[in-house]
Nanobody, 115 residues
């Protein structure tokens, strides 16, 4: 089992940037896939981006060209750099770890994009 703690959320104006971080309680080398999901009020949770142990990553169409996911195995952290933010990016963002076939979730961090 692994514990996940997100940070970096907040209020930002449209066109601005935020960097989210997820700290894991153990080595990322023991976790096959790390990812970021988001959930807006009244909507289902959706994948934003994920990354495998050796760096292969995938993005939702809405995130391509604006968001970048990365991992630092030495620091046991996964980050999501978000640029050119839009109001529709407003959501609670969750860090996810897939350990085998078992998903583990962080508590979430709120991102609000508004002028």
């Amino acid at each position: 089992q692994v514990q996940l703690v997100e940070s970096g959320g907040g209020l930002v104006q449209p066109g601005g940037s935020l960097r989210l971080s997820c700290a894991a309680s153990r080595s990322l080398l023991s976790i096959g896939v790390m990812g970021w999901y988001r959930q807006a009020p009244g909507k289902e949770r959706e994948l934003v981006a994920n990354i495998r142990t050796w760096g292969n990553s995938n993005y939702a169409d809405s995130a391509k060209g604006r968001f970048t996911i990365s991992r630092d195995n030495a620091k046991n952290t996964v980050s999501l750099q978000m640029n050119s933010l839009k109001p529709e990016d407003t959501a609670v963002y969750f860090c996810n770890a897939l350990v085998g076939s078992t998903p583990v979730w962080g508590q979430g961090t709120l991102v609000t994009v508004s002028s």
